[in-house]
């Protein structure tokens, strides 16, 4: 509410270092998550879905279900999500450091 509008609350939160520390998340994960959930800035997406993003979506009065469905959007956070470390993984094997 305080950016007054989505693309200048998209700016803010894209420089926000501490917002993307305090998730530990890389800076590539940070864009498509604030893409995916503020819209993609750009004027030629403003009419689509992508430039909507989910929080308007689900504004709007679009479900979950309805949301999960969309292809391109699960694939875009499926590929930018972390990778995942399990780090009790190795300890559990027997790795690491013999603690």
Known sequence: ???????????????????RVLLDLPGR?????????????????????AGKGVLLRLLIGETL??????????LALSLAAPAHRDRNRDRDRGGGDGV
């Open 29 to 49: 994960s940070w864009t498509v998550l604030l893409r995916s959930l503020l819209g993609n800035p750009h004027p030629a997406y403003a009419a689509t879905n």
């Open 65 to 74: 279900p309805v949301l999960l469905r969309d292809d391109d959007l699960v």
């Open 1 to 19: 509410m305080r950016a007054g509008t989505r693309q200048s609350a998209y700016e803010g939160l894209r420089r926000d270092r501490h917002a």
